[in-house]
C-alpha cells in the first residue's frame, strides 16, 4: 500500500505537521508517542520507516521534521479532514464540536473523486468550523500573522482565527459565549496571576447587506480556554 493510503502512516504525517502549524517548536519522538498514545518503541520503528521512505528527516534523539515529501503528504492528509469536518457542519448537522472524531475516521477512506465533489459542492471554502486553514490540493496552504490569546497583551485587538478542536467541552462552552472564528476581540484585562482574561467581543452581524455588526459583550475566559484561541496578530 502506498504511503499516502497507509493510514498508520497519515497519522503519523498529519500529528507530526500539525505539532508545528500553531507554534514554533518541533515535536520530539516522545511528544509524538504521547500524541498518538503508543509506544516509544513503536515511534521508533516507525519513524525509521518513514525515514527510509523519504518522509521524515530524523537524528537520533533529536526532533522529527517532515521532509517536503512528507509534509506534501501531511497537507493532503489534513485537507481531507478538514474538509470532512466543514461538510458534516455545512451538510450533515453536526455540531463543531461533534465532527473530529468523525473526520479522524473517514479521513483515511474517502477518494479523491468524492474529496473533490465535496470540496466543490461547499463553494472551495478557506478554513474548517474550527477555523483551520484548508490545504488546497496543490498542497499551497493560506496563512497569516496569529499569536495565542493567553499570550496577548491588555489591549490588543483583532478577530478570533482558530479555536483549538481538542476539547468538546471548551467548544460549546465558548460557542455559547459568542466566541467563534471571524468575531472581532480585544483583550480588556488580563489579571496578574494569568488565570483570567477579560476580552471584548464583536459578533458578525448574520445580516451582511447591511455591514453592521451586533453589539460587543464583555466575556471572562478561563487561562484554559484563552489557551485554546488564536487570533490575528
Do not use: C
Amino acid at each position: 500500500m502506498p504511503a499516502s493510503k497507509n493510514p498508520a502512516i497519515e497519522d503519523y504525517l498529519k500529528t507530526v505537521y500539525a505539532h508545528t502549524e500553531w507554534q514554533p517548536d518541533p515535536i520530539t519522538p516522545k511528544a509524538l508517542a504521547d500524541k498518538l498514545g503508543v509506544a516509544p518503541s513503536s515511534v521508533t520503528e516507525m519513524v525509521k520507516k518513514m525515514a527510509a521512505q523519504g518522509l521524515i528527516a530524523h537524528v537520533p534523539y533529536g526532533p522529527l521534521r517532515l521532509t517536503d515529501e512528507g509534509r506534501l503528504r501531511a497537507l493532503a492528509v489534513v485537507r481531507r479532514h478538514r474538509l470532512i469536518e466543514t461538510w458534516l457542519v455545512r451538510e450533515m448537522g453536526y455540531q463543531w464540536d461533534e465532527v473530529h472524531d468523525e473526520a479522524e475516521v473517514l479521513e483515511h477512506a474517502l477518494s479523491d473523486r468524492l474529496l473533490e465533489a465535496i470540496d466543490l459542492r461547499l463553494g472551495r471554502p478557506a478554513r474548517d468550523p474550527h477555523g483551520d486553514p484548508i490545504p488546497a490540493a496543490d498542497g499551497t496552504i493560506a496563512t497569516e500573522p496569529f499569536l495565542r490569546l493567553d499570550g496577548a497583551p491588555a489591549g490588543h485587538t483583532g478577530r478570533v482565527l482558530r479555536i483549538s478542536d481538542r476539547d468538546p467541552d471548551v467548544l460549546r462552552s465558548l460557542a455559547a459565549a459568542g466566541v467563534a472564528p471571524g468575531v472581532g476581540i480585544e483583550i480588556t484585562t488580563v489579571d496578574a496571576a494569568g488565570e483570567r482574561v477579560l476580552v471584548t467581543v464583536t459578533p458578525i452581524d448574520a445580516d451582511d447587506s447591511t455591514g453592521a455588526t451586533a453589539e460587543a459583550s464583555s466575556i471572562e475566559l478561563a487561562a484554559e480556554a484563552a489557551a485554546e484561541i488564536w487570533v490575528t496578530g
